[in-house]
C-alpha cells in the first residue's frame, strides 16, 4: 500500500495535489499527517519530515523502500506507476499543455501565493480587497492565471482543463481555493471552472476533513487571531 505523508489539510495547499489526485483517480493509499507545528530546525514537523526525505517537506510519497519527494515528482510517478489512470491526457500535444500549465503553477504565481496563503477554513473577502487594492504583483499574477485558464478552457468542450480529470486540475486546486476564500473576483468561465474543481469528489473530501480539523495554526494565520479558547 502507498503511504502519502501530508501537512495540515487547511493549510498545505502543496500536500493537497497529490491527495486530491489519488483520491480522485481512485488510487489507494495510506495518508499519515505530519501535523504543523512549527516549522523551525527542532519542530517535531521538522524533524518527522526530515527523516522521511532530504527536502524535510511535505507531501512525501513511500512506495515500498521508495520515496519520493516533491508534489509534481509525486505526480509523474504515479501517472507512470497507474497508466490506466490516465493522469495525463492521452494526445502528445495536450499532454505537453496539461504538463506546461502545471510546471507554471508548481513554480509560478508567487506573489498570489505568497498574500493569499491556503486557508480553507476561512473566508477572507475584506483581505481579498485589500491585497488586490495594494499588491500590483498579485493582480498581475492573478490576470496571468485567468488568462491561462481562459485558454485551456476554449480549446474544450468540458468544464475542466481538458475535459477529464487531469494532473492540472489537481495542481489548480489549491489556488482555486485561494480564490474562494478571499472571495476573489473571475470572469464567468473561470468561476465555472472553479465551481467545477470544488465539486470533484476528491476536492469535496478534502474540503470536508480540513473542516473538521479544528486546528488554528497561528504562523499560518496573518489576517486572523487565534478563536478565544472560551
Known sequence: MLKLHIGNKNYSSWSMRPWVLMTQAGIPFDEVVLRFDSFDPDSQFKRSAEALSPSGTVPVLVDGALVVWDSLAIAEYLAERFPESALWPQERSERALARSATAAMHSGFGALRSHFPMNIEALLPEVGVRVLREQPDVVADL????????????????????????????????????????????????????????????????????????????????????????
Open 143 to 230: 490576470q496571468r492565471l485567468q488568462a491561462l485558464w481562459e485558454r485551456l478552457l476554449a480549446r474544450h468542450e468540458g468544464l475542466l482543463l481538458f475535459d477529464r480529470f487531469s494532473i492540472a486540475d489537481a495542481f489548480f486546486a489549491p489556488v482555486v481555493m485561494r480564490l474562494h476564500t478571499y472571495a476573489v473576483p473571475v470572469s464567468p468561465r473561470v468561476a465555472a471552472y472553479m465551481q467545477q474543481v470544488r465539486a470533484l469528489p476528491g476536492v469535496q473530501a478534502w474540503i470536508a476533513a480540513a473542516l473538521d480539523e479544528h486546528d488554528f495554526r497561528p504562523f499560518e494565520e496573518p489576517y486572523r487571531q487565534a478563536p478565544d479558547p472560551g
